[in-house]
């Protein structure tokens, strides 16, 4: 299918294929323990600390809080990149506005159902492009791929976008999430190769 070379540049004059990376045209799956199971009825997003109040939402609420489409390129550590990916959910920017973050609120710990953690600063996940995500390419995720929802953060090493997350700790000072407590990088720049530390 794809006529792309990997040597392309993007519109902010970057090559578009990050250094030490190749493309597939399939979509690997990835991640640490097993599929959660989850069901809408039950399922919820929290969001704590550094908020003015904790506050919960369902699936139905929280989806109420915006939608949004957004078109971005996959990079995984494990040097495979995977172009064009048509993300649909809720923009981080709609949660962020619902939730009253205090300013003293720098970084953010994501938690996912399953137990898996990882950090990103908040600046970073007010960047366009950023969304929680429930379908991939017109239909609704796969398990395996994070169902019901999972965050996208484009323009980092894709082990921060977290599967079937379920909430939000704000926090004064950058702590490492799953991966990080092993030696992946703490932010994790694909066009730095910010692969480990
Ligand atoms: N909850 C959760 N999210 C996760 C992971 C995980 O182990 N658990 N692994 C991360 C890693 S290392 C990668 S490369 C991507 C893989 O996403 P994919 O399986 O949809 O390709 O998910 C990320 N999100
Ligand atoms: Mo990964």
């Known amino acids: ?57 369902d699936w139905e609420s929280f989806n109420a809080l915006g939608q949004t489409q957004d078109v971005s390129d996959i990079h995984c550590v494990t040097t495979w990149s995977k172009y064009d990916n048509e993300w649909e959910g809720v923009p981080f920017q709609a949660v962020y506005d619902a939730l009253g973050v205090k300013p003293e609120a720098k970084y953010v710990m994501v938690h996912c159902y ?18 929680f995500a429930h379908s991939h390419n017109g239909e609704p ?6 169902w019901p929802l999972r965050l996208v953060v484009p323009h980092l090493y894709f ?10 700790q704000f926090l004064d000072r950058d702590r490492p999430g799953f991966w990080e407590t092993y030696g992946y990088h703490l932010y994790g720049d694909p066009w730095k190769e910010q692969r480990y530390s």
């Open 114 to 131: 399953g137990g898996y953690t990882t950090n990103v600063p908040l600046a970073d996940l007010l960047q366009d492009g950023v969304l």
């Open 1 to 57: 299918m794809a006529t792309a070379t990997g040597k392309e540049l993007r519109p902010d004059g970057k090559v578009r294929l990050p250094p030490g990376q190749h493309l597939t045209s399939g979509w690997p799956v990835l991640h640490y323990g097993s599929v959660p199971r989850l069901d809408l009825e039950t399922w919820r997003f929290h969001a704590w600390g550094l908020v003015e109040e904790e506050k919960s939402f």
């Open 141 to 146: 995720l796969t398990p395996e791929h994070g």
């Open 159 to 168: 082990w921060k976008s977290a599967k079937w997350v379920g909430g939000l």
